[in-house]
């Protein structure tokens, strides 16, 4: 009986009884799990009363998780969390590393020589990864030959993560295998600062929290140097250059509404790296691979709700990503080898590679009943791919591709269930 501590527990019939001293008006409230609360207004008095209850099933979350199989998500918005920034960077082999987390997952593939993430024998090309519901272009750091690359974010700076090893909704497109989607954290709960230092680099934070808590902004810096970690750890590999990284990161958040939210979120990075490995054509020579990488990515995202049932998601992402490669033929003195026949005369280049994109979307979402939803919306990519290429015998070779892709979407989530 509601707002009193009489009642009872239903049997397996569900047939339930029992007794009270209350009288009057009262309201009786029937509940079980996965189904909608069922209360009837009564009068009691000397006479026993019959209550006949029809419960009528309730959309839930776990019911549309079982729905949406080969899904895995993480999200504060969700009751259950598969994976939060703090599973990332203690899951065994993932060495803080978003995609190395998710490659723990069914559908995911390990690949120890390349860089990105393979679902279901698909390329590294064919999953992709987007940021508050915009592309990022390059995720990963920049490719070097047979060592598998780390992903460029921080784990700590997303909320949820959404990782589909089968199916994925219309809003990403492009015949992918998989879609790897994070959501950005929202305002800071509380001003702080961080500062780290150790054999491998140092950094250093700073988070601010306005004063009517409605607002926050940030920035990161890390420096990465592994020259040190090398000498005393000594590696395989054979490193002219050893790695070192600088990488930068501010944001603003700030609330819009009551539900609505405004975030801006940019991100610089530097590395250069040299190594030399053993040439696959002959034992007496090598080849010396140096990379020079800059990269810079922003992205502004606006959430709202519009009404009671209506919700907008509006997005926009700038990115470009520099890679200046120079590979050297050299003999077992590391000189270089100036080879005229095949296949040394090709083995001795440069290349400078620019990536380019630019993306808007928009997504409207309309609430049905229960948890169905219809989604709906449109997307405009800008790609600008500029290649240089050089060698012993051509300097200055360029290639330059543009792309243009625009994409309207619909969808329609519909959850069945037995009355």
């Known amino acids: 009986m509601k707002d009193s501590y009489d009642g009872a527990t239903s049997d397996s019939t569900g047939a339930f009884s029992f007794t009270t001293v209350d009288t009057g008006a009262q309201t009786i409230l029937i509940t079980t799990v996965g189904y909608k609360p069922f209360e009837q207004q009564v009068t009691i008095g000397s006479t026993p009363i019959r209550v006949d209850a029809l419960m009528k099933e309730e959309p839930n979350e776990l019911t549309a998780v079982v729905i949406t199989a080969g899904t895995f998500e993480a999200s504060d918005t969700k009751r259950t969390t598969v994976l939060n920034p703090l599973d990332i960077v203690t899951t065994a082999s993932a060495n803080a590393d978003i995609t190395g987390a998710i490659r723990t997952l069914p559908g995911a593939q390990q690949v120890g020589e390349n860089g990105g993430l393979f679902v279901r024998g698909g390329t590294a090309e064919e999953t992709k990864v987007f940021i508050d519901g915009t592309v990022v272009n390059n995720f990963f750091f920049s490719s070097v030959p047979d060592i598998a690359q780390r992903g460029r974010f921080s784990p700590f700076i997303f909320k949820g993560t959404v990782f589909s090893s089968g199916g994925y909704s219309a809003l990403y497109g492009q015949a992918l295998s998989s879609a790897l989607i994070l959501e950005s954290v929202d305002i800071a709960e509380e001003t702080s600062g961080s500062f780290g230092l150790s054999t491998v680099g140092a950094n250093a934070g ?34 002219f250059r050893v ?177």
Do not use: M
């Open 206 to 239: 700073y988070q601010k929290l306005s004063k009517d808590k409605k607002s926050s902004w940030g920035v990161n810096y890390n420096y990465t140097n592994l020259a040190a970690y090398f000498a005393v750890i000594k590696q395989r590999i054979d490193n």
């Open 243 to 419: 790695p070192e990284l600088h990488n930068g990161e501010a944001n603003f958040r700030v609330r819009t509404s009551k539900t609505g939210i405004l975030k801006f979120y940019t991100y610089f990075n530097t590395s250069v790296v040299g190594l030399r490995r053993p040439d696959i054509d002959s034992a007496l020579l090598k080849d010396a691979f140096g990379l020079k990488n800059f990269n810079f990515y922003s992205n502004l995202s606006w959430k709202e709700k519009l009404g009671k049932n209506w919700k907008i998601n509006i997005g926009a992402s700038v990115s470009t990503n520099t890679d200046k490669i120079k590979n050297d033929l050299q003999d077992q003195a590391n000189r270089n080898q100036q080879l005229l026949y095949e296949p040394y005369n090709s083995k001795a280049f440069s290349i400078k590679s620019d990536n380019d994109l630019s993306q808007i979307k928009a997504v409207f979402e309309r609430r049905l009943a229960g948890l169905s939803a219809v989604r709906f919306g449109g997307e405009y990519l800008y790609f600008n791919d500029k290649t240089v290429f050089g060698n012993q015998f051509v300097s200055g070779v360029k290639t330059t591709v543009d792309d243009h892709y625009k994409a309207g979407f619909a969808c329609l989530w519909h959850f069945l269930s037995e009355a």
